[in-house]
């Protein structure tokens, strides 16, 4: 504990930390209570995150929807006093429960859970083992998903979505008849994840599905928890979310004081730029409404920046926008990269040793050219992520020009000679692990007809379909040719201003055309035409100026060697003439003459956007309502590529669209319209000719998969589909049988206290009552635990019955339990039997009792019990554990 601050001790290189606010203090909640929040109470959750610059922190204070208004207070006030601890550098976050932000997100992969009450109503933290559990959960959304508490009544259901029935050790989950596939998986992850964090897998898992007959008998047990289901279902509701165009609008506001009164002056729209942030004082950035930033200059006073989350508040509520609106506080020097990606250019200064962000975008400074080995390419997926390049360009290259809206080869000496007025298609072929790779690169010239371009896309189609629909397609803007598509013309890429490649071409060749040069080696040069004039000129690049008598190559001061060799080779395409060097400065009268006279040119050292420390993002996209959603997915994996979804990779020189086998042929077939409305709406004012690389899953190449840390090429051979995991979670029959012997068992129960009858004995049941078959004028079960009553039922309930003594039907609800034999003569090791073939087990080992030669300590270890209290259980209970620990 702090003395000074009142904080809890701190550890600072732990990754995730969260406290409760409980009598207006932080308390810890353990590890394993992570990702479920009670609505009654408030929460301080702390990140840290090592990057090559230190420490990322983020604070976040966290609101339930039923929290009372002092605790949510306090909550703010300990993340300020955290924040001062810290020495000003985290990144705070103010959450409001169902509106987190992408980030707070990010931390609970496996799902949030909202629980009914709080603390302070005597409810607790979910414990491992605890079976006195009966909740209905509602499960929404996707990256993560989130999962409500809501009344135990069939009125908290609707056709559209997913909901969890949790009864200790029986989780079923009802799938409505208009989820969606993914709905469904994301529903089953989360109750795997409740039955092996919460139950210490010893749960069972059941799922009804409206449209199927096996579900019956899991729906009976539904009904005698909540009753009859009486009328028809509500429909989904549509989460509104907000859309691109939305979080693009901008607003940046100056807050100072004047008079003792605080001003909020708006000083800029989109596109901002980082000069507009004064150091001295504090700026509200408002993203339409969605989201609201308060920056604090490092010059602010320590009043100001204490107010950072009262002022954000007070405009949300002047603005009229929901008290939901998600606020992100942002400090000088420590910016979080959500914040830096809303301007347009943002320039990281040197920052002292310490906790910081590791973001950078748009530094500006004379890139010097590295040459790197591409033999280690295949080896290093994130170096051919980093260079965007798939291999080193020696594979099979094919080229087609669209003529009379049809693909027509062109000549393959002419292979690298692109013309502004026409479109082409490039396919090359690589090898990968064995196996021929395919990328179809779609040139668009900046001068070629509507017609044409259409024509091109439409014949990339047609080449894709050719090769089984495996190629990735690169749409390729004049001017924004990758850097792998330079390196497969090996340094003879030439782009042509203006005219046509065609052989039926009638418009002559201009006498004068002057070319810039700019690349170091074969992998990286191209050349471009320019405006013939000598204000075209720079004195960083080397320059061939063509005419009917001679081919100058001009070589401006800030040239290299390598440049000038690269020229060199690439003259013998411009021209056939004579070639003659010319260094800047020393340009014969013919030269200038050419070029209609002297005029200025860029005589500085070039400038370029440095773009390789930006952070890459990864989006889910929709359009499917008609609006243009993205979701963001922070610190992602390749887990969340999801089969069923589309998934825009943004590195800023690429966007990548990876289109998910299962995903709709209306997503498909907007796909590439979606990825042009993100850079049309980009709040940075992105450069809509960026190129977009559509990515197949199952075909990735190395410059998307470097991006991934610790790809798994075979992960979609191995993994499993929704009905594999459906199937993979036991027999139907045995849960049905089991939930109906709890639900029994339980009934019974009620009835003797409820009905009239002998104290201490169950009122007999007419032929039509019963747990499958409950009448709907009976009062609803008492909230008692379904499961927890069978692990010690009374004796009153055994009596002789014809099962008792089979070991292949599940014993009756009245059988006695069977007596546990005797130890074995010596135990062996766990090793020598866990998922052991039969001829592997050692000498005198009966196979289908593996679990009788283990010791008690392994035993209990494995198991969570006694074998003797294993084998008082129902036969079909022990073989579904056995099959569990690998001793089946």
């Not at 997913?162 to 009802?174: A, E, R």
């Not at 009043?303 to 009262?310: D, Q, V």
């Not at 075209?536 to 100026?545: A, G, Q, T, Y």
């Amino acid at each position: 504990m702090d003395k000074d601050s009142g904080l809890p001790s701190i550890d600072k290189l732990q990754g995730l930390q969260i406290w409760i606010i409980e009598n207006m203090k932080m308390v810890l909640v353990p590890q394993k209570a992570y990702g479920s929040f009670f609505e009654g109470d408030c929460y301080i959750i702390l990140h840290n995150e090592k990057t090559s610059r230190g420490l990322a922190i983020d604070i976040h204070y966290w609101i339930g929807k039923d929290s009372a208004v002092d605790e949510q207070g306090a909550a703010a006030a300990f993340a300020a006093q955290l924040d001062g601890l810290l020495g000003d550098v985290p990144v705070q976050h103010r959450e409001v429960q169902g509106y987190e932000s992408e980030v707070f997100k990010s931390y609970f992969k496996k799902g949030i859970i909202y629980k009914k009450g709080g603390l302070t109503s005597g409810f607790k933290h979910v414990e491992t083992n605890m079976y006195n559990i009966q909740r209905l959960l509602h499960i929404k959304g996707k990256k993560p998903v989130t999962a409500t508490e809501v009344d135990l009544s069939w009125d908290s259901f609707n056709k559209g979505d997913v909901f969890l029935l949790d009864l200790g050790k029986v989780l079923i989950q009802w799938n409505g008849p208009e989820a969606n596939l993914s709905e469904k998986s994301r529903g089953l992850a989360l109750a795997r994840n409740i039955r092996d964090g919460e139950r210490g897998g010893r749960a069972q898992i059941g799922v009804v599905d409206e449209e199927q007959l096996s579900s019956a008998e899991l729906l009976q047990i539904m009904e005698t928890v909540l009753g009859p289901r009486a009328g028809s279902l509500r429909d989904g509701v549509t989460e509104e979310r907000a859309d691109e165009f939305q979080k693009a609008n901008l607003r940046l506001y100056h807050l100072y004081e004047k008079d003792e009164d605080l001003v909020v002056q708006e000083i800029a729209t989109r596109p901002l730029t980082q000069d507009l942030l004064q150091h001295e004082d504090c700026h509200i950035l408002d993203q339409g409404g969605f989201k609201i930033y308060v920056w604090r200059g490092r010059g602010s006073s320590k009043e100001e920046k204490k107010a950072a989350f009262s002022r954000a508040v007070g405009f949300i509520q002047a603005k009229g926008y929901p008290a939901t609106t998600n606020v992100e506080v942002v400090n000088d020097g420590f910016e979080s990269a959500m914040f830096k990606q809303l301007f347009q250019q943002w320039t990281d200064k040197d920052q002292p040793e310490g906790p910081g962000r590791a973001y950078s975008l748009g530094k500006t400074a004379k890139v010097e050219p590295v040459k790197f080995d591409v033999t280690h390419l295949q080896g290093q997926p994130e170096l051919a992520a980093e260079q965007r390049m798939v291999d080193d360009g020696s594979g099979k290259v094919e080229v087609w020009r669209i003529e009379d809206l049809h693909k027509k080869p062109v000549d393959p000496k002419k292979y690298g000679q692109f013309y502004g007025g026409d479109c082409y298609l490039v396919l090359y072929t690589y090898q990968k692990s064995g196996r021929a790779q395919y990328i179809i690169y779609i040139w668009q010239g900046r001068y070629a007809s509507v017609d044409e371009v259409t024509a091109s896309a439409l014949n990339a189609l047609e080449l894709d379909h050719m090769y089984q629909e495996e190629p990735v397609q690169v749409r390729v803007t004049m001017g924004k040719e990758p850097r792998h598509f330079l390196a497969i013309f090996r340094g003879r890429l030439v782009v042509f201003q203006n005219g046509s490649g065609r052989d039926s071409r009638v418009d002559p060749e201009p006498d004068i055309r002057l070319f810039q040069v700019r690349g170091t080696d074969e992998y990286n040069t191209k050349t471009t035409e320019v405006p013939a004039r000598a204000s075209s000129l720079n004195s960083s690049d080397i320059f061939l100026l063509a005419t009917g008598q001679i081919c100058y190559l001009w070589c401006g001061k800030g040239c290299s060697g390598d440049e000038r060799e690269m020229a060199r080779m690439v003259a013998d395409i411009i021209s056939q003439k004579d070639k003659q060097t010319v260094l800047e400065g020393q340009e014969p009268p013919s030269f200038w003459e050419a070029l209609g006279g002297k005029a200025p040119y860029a005589s500085d050292k070039r400038l370029q956007e440095r773009t390789s420390s930006y952070q890459p993002r990864l989006f889910e996209c929709s359009s499917q309502t008609g609006r243009f959603i993205m979701t963001e997915i922070m610190f992602f994996s390749q887990d969340d590529l999801d089969e069923d979804d589309i998934m825009l990779l943004d590195t800023w020189e690429e966007v990548f669209l990876w289109i998910g086998k299962d995903s709709s042929a209306y997503e498909k077939k907007d796909s590439v319209a979606v990825a042009r409305e993100y850079l049309k709406s980009h709040p940075a004012g992105r450069d809509p000719a960026t190129p977009v690389i559509v990515v197949k899953q199952g075909h990735e190449p190395l410059t998307f998969t470097g991006w991934f840390s610790a790809w798994d090429p075979y992960k979609w051979n191995n993994g499993r589909s929704y009905e594999e995991l459906k199937s993979s979670l036991g027999d139907l029959a045995a849960i049905s049988e089991m939930t109906v012997e709890l639900s029994n068992i339980n009934l019974l129960q009620w009835l003797s206290e409820e009905r009239p009858g002998t104290p201490g004995e169950a009122a007999p049941l007419t032929p039509s009552e019963g747990p499958a078959g409950t009448p709907a004028t009976a009062p609803k079960p008492p909230s008692s635990d379904l499961s927890s009553s069978s692990s010690s039922p009374s004796s009153s309930y055994y009596s002789s019955n014809s099962n008792c003594n089979s070991s292949d039907a599940p014993p009756a609800p009245n059988c006695p339990p069977p007596a546990a034999p005797g130890p074995p003569a010596a135990p062996i090791p766990r090793e020598q039997l866990i998922n052991k073939a039969v001829e592997d087990l050692p000498e005198g080992v009966d196979p289908s009792r593996k679990e009788f030669y283990l010791s008690d300590s392994d035993f209990q270890d494995l198991f969570g019990k006694s074998k003797d209290e294993f084998y008082r259980m129902a036969k079909w209970k022990q073989q579904s554990e056995k099959k569990q620990h690998g001793l089946f």
